[in-house]
Structures are given as structure tokens and as C-alpha cells.
């Protein structure tokens, strides 16, 4: 699709291999209406470039090497420092819990490293005519997994750090909400900390996040979080992404 009297899309890459920054790259060069400006293996090495700040689309590998950030906080990062830029995640882990949450992050799109390289092209271009893009086998579940509750990316901004006491307050609103209206935040067997946990992990945000929001530690909010998956007789966040769907009050 060329874009007449008008500039390619901008496109950056990151992944942390070297093969997939290459082939991606020279798939995406046969296309007229794409430029990708730079392909990067780390998060850093992004945000300390300076140049990019007009970028259409960032393709992103959820998983980098080890010592980068999350893949979750890393979306969240890239929202706020690119707000009017589409994220494109090209990720290998593609189950249904870790796809939901990284749509909730505030990704505009997911595409699976198992599907056609081609496929990607196409994802791509859906991103940068303002659509949201999912594979066609997991567009249909995630809408079924989420009842109506996962909402389009653009409805979601970053928050202003101005606006961090209105957030924790409309988030608090929101888990007295889920009490009253999901079986599973309201099982007797958990304790109020527990509950904070699972409702911001069910709102798509990590482990790290969390412990940053709740003024707790990393290792307190995982305790807390397998403490809550033990009383609840689950092990996989898959399972508790079923459970919490299956336990709304309708």
C-alpha cells in the first residue's frame, strides 16, 4: 500500500537475535510503503537514541536476553515514551494468558514467531492503518477469555506520575468492584494483599510493576501472588486467567 505524496511508515525493530533483526529487516525492505529506520537488540540501546522520535511502529520481541527489562514493563515503557507510536509484539510465547496481558499492557498488536514471516507484513500494515491486529485463532478466544472487558489500546494512555494518587484511588474502586462482582477476588481464603496482587495482574501488569505501584518488594508481591495461586489450586497464569473468566458473576 503506497502512501501517495506521502512518507514511508517508520518502522523499529528490536529483538535480541541477530537472524531475526536481519530477515525481518529485508522482509519489511521489499515493501515501498515501510522504512525500517533501525533494528536494535536492547531496550537501552533504544531509549538512549535519541533520534527516534518519529516512529510509526515498533516491533518488539516480548522475551530479550536475560538482564533486560520484562517484557510487560517494557511495553509499558515504550507507551510512555513513544505515546503516539503502534507496538507490534513478535513473540514465540503465544498461550492465551500471556497474549491477553500483553494487550492489556497497551500493545496494539500480537503476532506469533510460529506464524508466516509474511504474516508479519500484513500485521504491520493493519497497525499503521490504525487497526488493532490478532491472529485469527486467538482474536475470537481473547474477546470469549475477556467478555467485553479487554478494551482497543487507544482507549488506554499512559498516567502523568501528576495523577498517581487518582490512579491508586480509581484502581481502589475498582478492586472494592471486582470483590463484589468476581467469585475468585472474593474467596474468603484470600488475604486483602493477595487480592491487590491478583486484580493488578489481571489488569495486565507485571510482577515488578506491581511491587512499584503497592510500595512493596519483587520478592513480597511473588510470594504473595503463589501464596494467592496455591489457595486457589492453580499453578499457571493461564489458569488463572480461566478461572477469573469463568468465576464473573453474570
Known sequence: MIRPAQRPFKIVLIDDHVAVRFGVTELLAKEADFEVVAAFATSGELLDDTKNTAIDILIVDYHLAAGDMDGLNLISTLRQRFPDTKILVFSGQNNLAAVSLIMKAGAHGFIGKDQALQELVGAARTLAL?????????????????????????????????????????????????????????????????????????????????????????????????????????????????????????
Request: hydrophobic residues 30%.
Open 130 to 250: 490504525g487497526r488493532t491486529y490478532l491472529p485469527p485463532n486467538l482474536s475470537m478466544e481473547l474477546l470469549e477469555l475477556n467478555k467485553g472487558h479487554w478494551m482497543p489500546n487507544d482507549a488506554r494512555r499512559p498516567v502523568a506520575s501528576s495523577a498517581i494518587d487518582e490512579r491508586r484511588s480509581a484502581h481502589n474502586n475498582k478492586l472494592r468492584h471486582y470483590r463484589q462482582n468476581s467469585v475468585l477476588l472474593s474467596d474468603a481464603a484470600l488475604s486483602n494483599r493477595e487480592r491487590e496482587v491478583l486484580s493488578y495482574y489481571l489488569n495486565g501488569h507485571s510482577v515488578t510493576d506491581i511491587a512499584q505501584r503497592l510500595d512493596r518488594s519483587v520478592k513480597t508481591v511473588s510470594t504473595q501472588k503463589r501464596s494467592a495461586f496455591r489457595k486457589l489450586g492453580i499453578r499457571t497464569d493461564s489458569e488463572l486467567f480461566t478461572l477469573h473468566a469463568q468465576s464473573k458473576i453474570r
